[in-house]
């Protein structure tokens, strides 16, 4: 593991690199529309046009997954997939506000969730950015080059009532939220939903509408290891497939994530 951290390191320098030159570019981005409607900005291209070619280079027999493109022939017997989103919360980034950020998720030759990179350059906590990694074969998660403690998360979290949760604005449209009996806290990037609930301790886990999979894979790993997991609101375990990961499918229900006992009250709740 000693050589793919180095190259990790190579990997999350650039990263953070193409997340300072998306903030210096905030205030110059102009928005253009996909065919499905959704935002698109010169920076998402920037960034996915540095960072693919350094993946290849680094990894060249690993497969590549994109917002913009599958990156060659999803090969089944790679040692890993990268999913990368170059700008996650783009509608967000290009309005200037300040949540987004650069997403980088490693599945291994399982397509189960190894390895996070997350920078967001304008949203922190008691600081200006966010820098989450955890590599494959690893249990820790780093913040901003500090072992983060998540012992308040991997604690029962129902030792009080389920309080406040993060997820996308859509939550509202497919899933009965008040059932729940929880606050919502909608930031408009559904990596930075994921990773609230692993950095904030007010923010007890994430209800996630269906999207793709490179608005959740980049934080799969870093929800790990802080003892939480990803299951449908309906009851069944989540799990990377072609569906996602080849044809480019939005996941088909709302996800429920968080620590097991917080998860399963949630479920209830919502089903009952």
């Excluded at 690199?17 to 903030?23: F, L």
């Excluded at 249990?139 to 012992?151: A, C, P, Q």
């Amino acid at each position: 593991m000693t050589e793919m951290r180095s190259k990790l390191d190579i990997l999350a320098g650039e990263i953070r690199r193409c997340g300072d030159y998306a903030r210096r570019m905030q205030t110059k981005i102009h928005r253009t529309y996909k065919p499905d409607g959704t935002v698109l900005t010169e920076t998402d291209l920037q960034v996915t046009n540095t960072l693919v070619p350094l993946i290849k280079e680094l990894f060249p027999d690993c497969n590549i997954v994109t917002e913009e493109e599958l990156v060659g022939p999803l090969d089944s017997s790679a040692p890993w997939t990268f999913v990368l989103d170059p700008i996650d919360g783009t509608d967000t980034y290009s309005q200037g506000l300040p949540c987004w950020c650069v997403g980088l998720g490693i599945l291994d030759n399982l397509r189960r969730p190894a390895g996070s990179i997350v920078y967001a350059p304008r949203f922190g906590r008691g600081c200006d950015e966010l820098f989450l990694r955890t590599d494959p074969g690893e249990t820790v998660i780093h913040l901003n080059g500090e072992v983060l403690d998540v012992s308040e998360i991997t604690v029962n979290r129902l030792k009080d009532t389920p309080h406040a949760v993060t997820g996308g604005s859509d939550i509202i449209r497919t899933l009965p939220i008040a059932k729940a009996g929880v606050k919502l806290r909608s930031f408009g990037c559904s990596i930075v939903h994921i990773a609230c609930a692993v950095v904030f301790c007010g923010i007890d886990g994430c209800l996630d509408p269906p999207c793709y999979v490179w608005d959740i894979a980049p934080a799969h790993a870093l929800a790990e290891r802080a003892g939480m997991r990803f299951q449908y609101w309906t009851g069944e375990e989540f799990s990377y497939d072609d569906n996602l990961l080849v044809d480019r499918r939005k996941f088909p229900k709302p996800l429920v994530i968080g620590t097991d006992p917080w998860r399963e009250e949630i479920i209830r709740r919502l089903n009952g």
